[in-house]
């Protein structure tokens, strides 16, 4: 449910546009993205308590760099331009801008000039992280100038009397030592919120509400044990226990003894209304003699579905569909239009045509990480909660070519393995994803006194906020070398290990 506190954030296509969000919401106030093109009416209408313009990667008085409705400074709203945000408010609003020489990145000494809500409360001179080309030369008629640097003769500016404050740097940026003061300064003193955006009363809410939507009627949810759709289902369940039924396609292509964990926690733990289908053998033979990697991720995808809805048909009339789609699924972005290099697929794309007549989406308005705190108030185990991301089309796209079953349980010992000496080195969340391939490689080796022809598999760790870039996670060599030994010591038919150090771009962080 939406909350009724809300402040904005006008997304001008900058890569920092989650973040602030997140920063906001860290702050207790619950906030929204939308595109800079949203019209200052609907804005108003909205009774933002406050909005927040975020950067971007245009110069500012290029004809088709993106503009906001001039209006928006009018309505009385406090208004907080970082960056772009802050040039385009200079611009808009009669101030000169213009295009340094160099770039300026990174971080960056400024010293406070004068008395200024915004960055009350702050040394008078500190570190900010500075990114842009495109500076200010000379604020708007109205406004006075609160910050400056050695190269940047506005760092912050402001018309207090209009609530219109900027900045050139990021206070949402971590480097930026004094970021979050200011944000809560903003958040705080200029826009009044009281931070009533908490996970607790979000439960409550939620719950409350779904209550009155759902009345006496039934709900399904595809559960896949992945991270969103159990929050979900749990929220759900809080709200209208048996009524919820759960039905959790096994496709076999999970991870070790992952089918079974998810069957009990929410069986025995939950006392969910839970179906399983075990359809392993029906996906291997569909994906039989297949090992192109787009056609089967699309035959996982179809046949999901299909096992999906001849459940949901045996179960008869279905008036709801759960599902766990979140904040950033849904999020409108200001520009940017990503290329699609991997056709995805999740249990969000089920079909509109199984017959339910209304969609429950209760992690609607979450980030990843306030999905995880959910769960953990509602008493989902940490091993789920935390569970890393793990691709809807499983295993398949992490054995290369085609899928067999003896391949998949290969992969699966390796992967548990692996994914246990990671735990036990502690690194299981410092490590955003880490998994094991197999590569479909054999080579030669030797083992006692005999040459041996065999399988290669190959690990991969990866750190990364987004998931669209990764960097290659350093692991330390001697858990490297134990997860090493061990899978070569208890897994057959295995006599290569292989360590993936490449950074996304240019490889993807799955193999396929
Ligand atoms: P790539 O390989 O594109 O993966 O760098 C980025 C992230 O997405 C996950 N992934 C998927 N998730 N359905 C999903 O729900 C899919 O088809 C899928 N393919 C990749 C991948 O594990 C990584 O976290």
Same mark, same amino acid.
């Given at each position: 449910?939406?909350?009724?506190?809300?402040? #904005?954030?006008?997304?001008?296509?900058?890569?920092? =546009?989650? #973040?602030?969000? +997140?920063?906001?919401?860290? #702050?207790?106030?619950?906030c929204e993205i939308k595109s800079f093109r949203t019209p200052a009416e609907e804005i108003a209408a909205a009774r933002y308590k406050g909005i927040i313009f975020s950067g971007g990667p245009d110069n500012v008085y290029d004809e088709d760099a993106p503009k906001c409705d001039k209006e928006i400074f009018n309505l009385g709203i406090p208004v907080l331009g970082i960056c772009y945000g802050a040039q385009l408010m200079a611009f808009s609003l009669g101030g000169k801008t213009d295009r340094a020489e160099i770039r300026e990145y990174g971080k960056t000494e400024f010293q406070i000039l004068a008395n200024s809500a915004l960055l009350h409360g702050i040394e008078q001179q500190s570190v900010c992280w500075m990114s842009h080309t495109v500076y200010i030369k000379t604020p708007p008629a109205g406004f006075h100038i609160t910050a400056v640097s050695h190269t940047c003769p506005v760092v912050a500016m402001e018309n207090a009397e209009k609530k219109l404050y900027a900045t050139q740097f990021h206070p949402e940026v971590e480097h930026t030592v004094h970021g979050k003061e200011i944000l809560h300064n903003f958040l705080y003193d200029i826009c009044h919120c009281s931070g009533d955006w908490k996970m607790d009363s979000f439960i409550q809410t939620t719950v409350e509400q779904m209550r009155k939507t759902v009345g006496d009627r039934n709900v399904i949810c595809a559960l896949s044990g992945g991270v969103d759709s159990s929050v979900a289902a749990a929220l759900v369940h809080r709200a209208v226990g048996k009524q919820l039924i759960c039905i959790f396609v096994d496709h076999g292509l999970l991870r070790k003894d992952e089918g079974d964990e998810v069957e009990h926690v929410f069986r025995s733990q939950f006392d969910m209304n839970l179906i399983r289908v075990n359809a392993q053998d029906r996906f291997l033979k569909r994906l039989s003699g297949v090992s192109e990697p787009e056609?089967? +991720?699309?035959? !996982?995808?179809?046949?999901?579905? +299909?096992?999906?809805? &001849?459940?949901a048909k045996k179960i008869g009339h279905v008036d709801f569909l759960c599902q766990g789609t979140i904040y950033p699924d849904v999020v409108e972005s200001g520009t940017g239009n990503a290329a699609v290099i991997k056709s995805h697929h999740n249990v969000g794309g089920l079909p509109k045509d199984i017959g339910f007549t209304g969609l429950v989406e209760p992690l609607r308005y979450l980030f990843k990480d306030e999905v995880r705190k959910v769960g953990t108030e509602l008493g989902l185990p940490d091993n789920l909660v935390w569970r890393q991301p793990f691709p809807g089309p499983g295993l398949a796209i992490r054995v290369l070519g085609e899928v067999t079953a003896e391949k998949l349980d290969l992969l699966k010992d390796a992967d548990a393995i692996f994914r246990e000496e990671i735990v036990k080195a502690g690194l299981g969340r410092k490590i955003n994803q880490y998994f094991a391939v197999l590569t479909g490689i054999k080579s030669v080796g030797v083992m006692g006194d005999g040459r041996t022809y065999d399988n290669t598999v190959a690990l991969r760790g990866v750190t990364t906020?987004?998931?669209?870039t990764a960097d *290659?996670? +350093?692991? /330390?060599?001697?858990?490297?070398?134990k997860a =090493? =030994?061990? !899978?070569?010591? &208890?897994?057959?038919?295995?006599?290569? !290990?292989?360590?993936?150090?490449?950074?996304? /771009? /240019?490889?993807?962080?799955? *193999?396929?």
């Open positions: 449910m939406k909350q009724k506190e809300t402040v #904005l954030i006008l997304d001008f296509g900058g890569q920092y =546009s989650q #973040l602030i969000a +997140r920063r906001v919401r860290d #702050l207790h106030v619950y056609k089967k +991720r699309k035959i !996982i995808g179809e046949e999901f579905i +299909r096992v999906f809805e &001849e459940e906020t987004d998931f669209m *290659w996670a +350093r692991i /330390p060599y001697d858990v490297l070398e =090493s =030994s061990r !899978i070569i010591n &208890e897994v057959q038919n295995v006599n290569r !290990i292989v360590y993936d150090i490449t950074s996304k /771009p /240019p490889a993807t962080i799955e *193999w396929e």
